[in-house]
């Protein structure tokens, strides 16, 4: 089915140590793909996108390239810092405009 | 400019009572989504209002139901409660025609069905 798996958490790192969450979707076609992140006590939040096969997103040090053949958009940061704590969540856009989920990773940064 | 601010933060109900929680979009943004998230899962889509009618609308019973106020406000309303619709609901809104899949989260209202 049309669906969005990520891999389970809490991913637990220590401070400038190099992140991964994995993401991998399914669809018809090629989709948008989005990260989200919800920091504690607070609401969901964009963190990037990308709109077609090859293209990278980023911010805030996060990067995450639409892999077309493997699809997937995994989600990277060469150092990570306590304040990256947070959920995060993968999106795919779907037909319809409306956003399918993963169910989230939690990340926990110990200093 | 406000950003998307959601009420109550959080409430209690029982079974069979009827709930309402609102939502105030960012300021510019027309259109408004609702989504209900279940603890340790990914939110999933209720409905969207853009212009006061629904557009679009997720796999949720019909006693999930929803308006939009001509200022772009919302409210979502969900009857004879059962014990699964304990979540937390959020809205999220964004900008005229935009199907984009940017949206912009209120902080969402949590929900829990006794």
């Known amino acids: 089915g049309n669906s969005v798996t990520q891999m389970e958490g809490p991913v637990t790192l220590s401070e400038e140590a190099f992140l991964t969450i994995n993401c991998t979707y399914t669809?018809?076609?090629?989709?948008?793909l989005f990260w989200y992140v919800q920091y504690p006590g607070e609401g969901l939040q964009l963190l990037l996108k990308?709109?077609?096969a090859d293209d990278k997103g980023s911010n805030k040090g996060f990067e995450a390239t639409y892999r077309k053949e493997t699809t997937s958009f995994h989600l990277e940061k060469g150092s990570v810092q306590v304040s990256d704590s947070a959920v995060y969540f993968c999106?795919?856009?779907?037909?319809?405009?409306?956003?399918?989920w993963g169910a989230g990773t939690k990340l926990i940064i110990k200093p | 400019e406000t950003g998307v601010t959601q009420s109550p933060t959080h409430l209690i109900k029982t079974r069979g009572q009827q709930v309402t929680l609102r939502c105030s979009s960012q300021?510019?943004?027309?259109?408004v989504s609702w989504y209900q998230q279940a603890l340790g899962q990914g939110p999933q889509f209720i409905f969207q209002?853009?212009?006061?009618?629904?557009?679009g609308r997720g796999n949720f019973p019909p006693r999930f139901s929803g308006l939009q106020f001509p200022n772009y406000s919302s409210e979502l309303n969900v009857n004879a409660l059962e014990l699964d619709d304990s979540a937390l609901y959020l809205c999220?809104?964004?900008?005229?025609?935009?199907?984009?899949?940017?949206?912009?989260f209120g902080e969402g209202s949590r929900l829990t069905v006794l």
């Open positions: 999220a809104s964004s900008p005229e025609g935009a199907n984009t899949g940017e949206l912009f």
């Open positions: 300021s510019g943004h027309n259109t």
């Open positions: 209002y853009y212009r006061e009618e629904e557009n």
């Open positions: 669809a018809t076609g090629y989709p948008s």
């Open positions: 990308a709109t077609k």
């Open positions: 999106a795919r856009l779907d037909s319809n405009y409306q956003l399918i």
